[in-house]
Structures are given as structure tokens and as C-alpha cells.
């Protein structure tokens, strides 16, 4: 097994899409699923259960993912260590959303690049709400996230900035929210909520709280989704107030200020404890500490 051949399946695990994983490491599917096939067949299990519309990690291949973590953690350090010189090299992957990327990591990114120019940074944008999963399968060196309420012993995490979390509600169509004397009527008004992720737990603890039957619209993955379907008029939603600043449909929306306040987002960088002994990662962790 080479390291090339661990770093394909590795990939592959961590977006389940064969597609994504062939144009993202620049190979033809079919060359991507001879190289799966031949892994199978040295270790007589099946790494992948496939069909026409979902790939899902077997066992089999759950205990591989490790393995191939465990083999390229130890490559990269050995490459360290074999190095001749101070100077880092190597790759350094990063996961964030798309807001994330804009906002929070050009400053650090910045210096980063002009004191460890060799290193390779590999950056992938997102839901948010995956993030710390990607972290946890060591699918990704560092994230930027949101900081969850209590925060796995694994995990470090260094605040970047912190912003607060609005409902929005369409500009073009005031008709969506339905108002009673007392303020928003929360049962009646269509909701357009996150289908996982920190927000979601916010605002499920908040309908909880006030022992309220939301009228949920629909479910959606991704702030921004949420942003174009409240703009549309099919509900309100609620959303960081950074992305919406960074978004095209700012101007379509308006902020509810007769809305519950709920705790702000912490944004922050994020890795596994061990992570840190990997200089490229530590290197990072250190300028972000320097802000």
C-alpha cells in the first residue's frame, strides 16, 4: 500500500463521493475505483458499501480510515524529522465555510504564508455544522467554527471573533411575519431553521424554553440557504449576523429587533490536542495566538 493510494481512500472517506474526491485529488473516477478495488482485495474486506445513490464506510473500512490516519500522521512526521533545514514544508489542510474563509482567515493566512512559504495549505469550504466532525475523523488539521457549547477533551480552541446570532425576515415580504399584540406569533410565523449544528441546538433550546410548537417551514443545511429562502419570502430564519453581512441578499432582508436574543457565536480556531505537535499546525496556533 503507498502513501498515495492511503491519501485517495483517506479523501474518499471523508466526502463518501467518488466524484468529489476524483476532481478534488486530480484522478479519473474509474482510475480512483481500481485503486479502492486493489485496497479491497489486499485486505479481503469491503471498505466502502456502494449504490446508485450513497457511498457509506463499512466496518471494515471505518478500522481502515484509522489505520491510514495513523500511517500518514507518522509519514508526515517522519518527513519532519528527515528534513535538513528549519524551514517548514508539507501540507496543512484547513476546513471552514465560505463566510469563514473571507473573514476570519486572510489576516492569519497572510502572515502564515510569508514565514512558512513551503508550506502547502490545502483549504476546503463548507456547512459549518461539519466542522468538527471533519476535525474529530481527522479529515481536516484545523477548522474554523463555531464554539460548541461544551467542547470535546480532544479539542483545543482559540477565539477569533465573536458575533451575535438574528432573525432575519424578508424585506419584499412583510406578509411572512404574523404579529399579535404581544410581538411575533412563533407558532403561526414559517420557520426556516438550520438542520443541524450549533444554531439548530440554540434555537431548539429556546422553543423548549418557552415551551413553543414551532411552524417550521423547512429544514435547510448552510447559513446562506437560509438567507436566500427567507429573501423569498417562504419564512424567517435565524442566522450569524457575520454571514449575513457577507452575503449577496444582505439588502433583501431585514434583522427583527423585536426578536429573542440568543448567546453569540464564538468563532474560533480549532484542532485535536495531538494535532499540535505537528509544526505546521503548531505554527498557525501560534500566529492566531499573536493577534
Known sequence: ???????????????????????????????????IQRLEEELDEK????????????????????????VLQRWDQLHDE?????????????????????????????????IHPRVRI???????????????????????????????????????????LVFIAPLQYPETVIETEAGIDWEQTPLIIPDRGLSRDRIDQWFAKENF???IYSQVAGNEAIIVMVSLGFGIGLVPRMVLEKNPFFNQVKILGRAPKLPPFVIGLCTRKKNLANPRVNALWNIANER
Not at 100 to 110: F, G, H
Not at 128 to 134: C, D, F, I, V
Open 1 to 35: 500500500m503507498d502513501i498515495r493510494n492511503l491519501k485517495l481512500f483517506r479523501h474518499l472517506a471523508g466526502t463518501l463521493h467518488f466524484a468529489r474526491t476524483s476532481h478534488a485529488c486530480y484522478i479519473t473516477p474509474s482510475a480512483l475505483t481500481r485503486v
Open 213 to 215: 410548537i414551532p411552524n
Open 47 to 70: 471498505l466502502f458499501a456502494r449504490d446508485n445513490r450513497s457511498v457509506e464506510l463499512t466496518p471494515a473500512g471505518a478500522a481502515f480510515k484509522k489505520y491510514a490516519d495513523d
Open 122 to 164: 490545502h483549504l476546503e469550504t463548507g456547512d459549518p455544522a461539519k466542522a468538527l466532525t471533519k476535525l474529530l475523523n481527522q479529515d481536516a488539521d484545523m477548522v474554523i467554527a463555531a464554539r460548541p457549547d461544551i467542547l470535546s477533551k480532544e479539542l483545543v480552541f482559540q477565539k477569533l471573533s465573536q458575533t451575535p
Open 82 to 114: 528527515l528534513s535538513s533545514d528549519d524551514i517548514l514544508q508539507g501540507e496543512l489542510s484547513l476546513y471552514c465555510s465560505v463566510t469563514a474563509a473571507y473573514a476570519a482567515l486572510p489576516d492569519i493566512m497572510e502572515r502564515y504564508r510569508k
